[in-house]
């Protein structure tokens, strides 16, 4: 392994520690933030993953009560807290609003790597403002925290987030068999990969 490689684990977990939150990061139409205190995203959060449009690919069914948005907003703090996982608000830039979420999760710096997922309210779906978003989160694992690895696993008949998927680069890398189990089925994963010199090629040939 080069020596580069070797010393990344600790710069990454360096990294992680020393930030006092998560960072905000500005698209053109949308914004990553952190989830606001109390219950300010709450509803927001509540909205999205009971529809069932949302849930139809997710690893959960859809909530069925605004306590499960209550407690899903505490989850998000402590992951944060932790620093095992970066769930950013997905916010309409001009309102503010919550219209979806954002993840880098399995968090594993001595790996270099982490996961990635998303979700967006469906009024907002079709309008490219799921990819922006997964281009901040992108932007930032690749660029601030030095990741080597960025996974995404999607059920097969999710082609949206396939497509999504493709759009940054994303490679298909293999498939998981019944590893899900969505409330309704056994779901099979479709994992798939982007590395940190494929992210740098291809923002080198847009600049
Ligand atoms: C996946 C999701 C976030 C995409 O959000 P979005 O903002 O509508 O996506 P975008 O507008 O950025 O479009 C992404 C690509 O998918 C395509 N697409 C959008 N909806 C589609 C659909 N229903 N069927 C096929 N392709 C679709 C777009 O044309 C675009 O392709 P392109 O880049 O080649 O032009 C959204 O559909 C969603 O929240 N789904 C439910 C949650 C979910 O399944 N998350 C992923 C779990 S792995």
């Not at 996961?115 to 978003?133: F, P, Q, R, V």
């Not at 999710?158 to 293999?174: I, M, V, W």
Request: charged letters at 25%.
């Amino acid at each position: 392994m080069p020596i580069d490689l070797l010393a990344r684990p600790d710069e990454i977990s360096a990294a992680i520690v020393a930030l006092p939150a998560l960072p905000r990061l500005d698209g053109a139409r949308v914004r990553l933030r952190a989830i606001r205190d109390g219950e300010g995203d709450v509803d927001g959060l509540h909205e999205i993953f009971s529809d069932p449009r949302v849930m139809r690919w997710w690893s959960r069914p859809p909530m069925t009560s605004r306590e499960e948005a209550v407690a899903y907003a505490e989850s998000i703090r402590e992951g944060f807290a932790q620093r095992t996982l970066f769930n950013w608000i997905l916010a309409d830039r001009d309102s503010d609003a919550c219209i979806g979420t954002t993840t880098l999760y399995a968090l594993e710096p001595r790996h270099l790597r982490a996961d990635i997922g998303y979700a967006l309210a469906s009024a907002h779906w079709g309008k490219g403002l799921a990819s922006e978003a997964v281009a901040l989160a992108l932007a930032f694992g690749f660029g601030a925290l030095r990741l080597h690895r960025i996974g995404a696993d999607v059920a097969p008949g999710n082609d949206a987030s396939l497509r999504l998927l493709a759009r940054h680069g994303f490679r298909l890398e293999g498939r998981l068999r019944a590893n899900f189990n969505s409330g309704r089925e056994l779901q099979d994963s479709l994992m798939h990969g982007l590395l940190a010199d494929e992210w740098e090629a291809r923002h080198a040939a847009r600049d």
